[in-house]
């Protein structure tokens, strides 16, 4: 399975998209900010938004046709925008065993195209996709209810980074080994054994991305592109609430795969209605040899757990925690917790959950601060952030889904414990039909057996806890042990103490979770830039991979040695 020639189209791609795979590579070594996507929505051009708000809605009410892809049966329906609009997009249905059969048909030919073809097709693809950046924000937004802002820099250009990023650590790792080398093993005064060593990238086989509500770009991207640039034909399985996104994905993939001369049922779609087991009956085919997966902890333990003949990339859910022991920027530490609490309404992986706070306060430049203090500055800080309701909109975004809806309901009931800070109604002047909610800020305390079960367990949306705790080596403790139990995609701390951040650092590096410090500015914990920041570890239960390093694309293939005397 020796590289092909590449065809002259795929040979142009190469030169053209030679330069940004070359700055990528170097970006990947130095970890420093570098993105080839703009991320402010007026580099797109002046007509960039109308054109793609256009685009968007020429697709409601229609059945995305998705040429060429084997569909059989009704197609699927259901998605509904969380700020009030009718979508009413339909797509073809699939049957397992065509779709199969039409990816694994396409495949030999990629295989054989090599890693430097591989890559410029991908980042074809990517650069299509950015082009459309403004259509795709506002399917993104319509299915997740993330505000336009948001929808537009983590469901267009942050996510395009992320699928760069795995394109680029894909072709690192499948480069890794030269093609060939000559091998000479001296013999004394006999003539040297020698041998000409061949080594051929191999594919796993058919991968399966199943797709999550609420960031289907951001969090598909990594897993479709570093298995499209390893040569493994993708199905993508949307999640029933978030699929226009990826199919918008899916179609330009197929574009610029069939204009460079490959196969488009490389990239396949498999939509299914809410409710569908298509996800389980995929998952154990033993044609798929890699999965990717994004949501709740029960169904990444499931395909862990069976399907045993792939390899598994799960993000899952976990306690995310922030400790705080003190502070020499009391105002700038309220209004960056305020801001990460707020953003799209808690519904981030990696949004906070359990604020650790000593009883006995904490030291700041404004002065001790008590316990009670802490939090009701805190709570004053969201109500601030979020006192306009245009400006909270904006934040807040729309609630994903009912589940996530129904625990404000039981937070505002007093249902976890009792309210800091109770959460509001948001009206949205632009989309009156919109679900908006503030969030709700509990305080419970770690030593009361009655408090525990809540803020112990996941409540993924905009509920968070204000944890009292003993003291600050109790707030460690219970930071390493909730990551090793529960797992955490994410974990902050404030302290000016170099001891309190020593065992920090130690807790977390024991515990497997990426620490961050201090966060006063325009950074905040639940944000990871691409090329340069993790995202997860795979080093604790709430996900067993990274967005990205090596370890997220090697094992999406084998390298295989043939060897000859020369």
Request: proline share 6%; aromatic share 8%.
């Amino acid at each position: 399975m020796a590289a092909a020639t590449p065809t002259p189209s795929v040979a142009e791609l190469i030169e053209r998209h030679q330069d940004t795979l070359d700055r990528a590579l170097d970006a990947i070594r130095s970890r420093d900010y570098w993105s080839p996507y703009p991320e402010f929505p007026k580099a797109y051009g002046e007509t960039g938004l109308p054109d793609g708000k256009a685009a968007f809605e020429a697709r409601l009410g229609r059945l995305f046709a998705i040429d060429g892809q084997p569909a059989a049966g009704e197609p699927v329906s259901g998605e509904a925008s969380p700020y009030g609009i009718e979508l009413g997009v339909s797509y073809p249905h699939g049957d397992p065993d065509a779709l199969i059969a039409a990816l694994d048909a396409a495949r030999p030919s990629w295989a054989a195209a090599g890693p430097a073809a591989r890559a410029a097709v991908c980042l074809e693809i990517l650069a299509r996709i950015n082009a459309r950046s403004h259509e795709f924000a506002h399917a993104v937004m319509h299915t997740t209810g993330q505000a336009y802002g948001m929808a537009f820099q983590a469901g267009g250009p942050h996510a395009q980074d992320r699928g760069l990023e795995a394109v680029v650590y894909a072709y690192a790792e499948q480069t890794r080994l030269p093609a060939s080398a000559g091998w000479s093993k001296p013999q004394g005064k006999r003539d040297p054994l020698t041998m000409v060593k061949e080594f051929t990238v191999v594919p796993r086989g058919l991968a399966l991305l199943i797709g999550c509500n609420t960031f289907p770009t951001w969090n598909g991207y990594p897993g479709l592109f570093a298995s499209l640039a390893t040569g493994n034909p993708v199905l993508v399985k949307p999640h029933p609430r978030a699929v226009l996104p990826l199919a918008l994905t899916v179609e330009v993939a197929r574009e610029v795969l069939a204009e460079a001369g490959f196969d488009p049922n490389l990239v396949c779609l498999a939509a299914e209605h809410e409710g569908g087991a298509i996800a389980k009956t995929l998952a154990v085919r033993p044609e798929v040899k890699v999965i990717d997966y994004t949501g709740s902890t029960a169904f990444g333990d499931w395909l862990e757990d069976n399907a045993r003949q792939a390899q598994v990339y799960t993000e899952k859910a976990g306690l995310n925690t922030v400790v705080i022991d003190s502070t020499d920027n009391y105002r700038g530490m309220l209004a960056n917790l305020a801001f990460a609490l707020s953003l799209y309404s808690g519904q981030m992986c990696t949004t906070p959950q359990n604020l650790l706070i000593p009883r006995g306060g904490i030291r700041t430049d404004q002065g001790d601060k008590s316990y009670d203090e802490v939090v009701a500055d805190l709570a004053a800080a969201v109500e601030g952030l979020l006192g306009d309701d245009a400006r909270a909109a904006a934040i807040l975004g729309a609630v994903v889904n009912p589940g996530v809806l129904q625990r404000t309901v039981a937070a505002a009931a007093g249902e976890y414990g009792e309210l800091a800070l109770a959460p509001r109604v948001v009206e949205s002047a632009e989309f009156p039909g919109a679900t908006i909610r503030t969030p709700a800020l509990i305080t419970v305390d770690a030593d009361k057996p009655d408090d525990r079960p809540a803020f112990l367990s996941e409540c993924f949306g905009p509920v968070s806890f204000a944890v009292a705790v003993e003291s600050t080596e109790a707030a460690v403790e219970l930071l390493r042990r909730t990551v090793k139990e529960q797992g955490a995609m994410t974990a902050g701390a404030y302290t000016v103490s170099d001891e309190v951040e020593a065992a920090l650092v130690e807790a977390c590096l024991d515990g497997g979770v990426s620490l961050s410090l201090n966060l006063t500015g325009g950074v905040y914990v639940n944000q990871t830039a691409a090329f340069s920041d993790l995202h997860g570890t795979g080093a604790n239960p709430a996900a067993n991979s990274a967005y990205c390093d090596g370890a997220f694309v090697a094992n999406r293939f084998r390298t295989v040695e043939v060897r000859r005397h020369s």
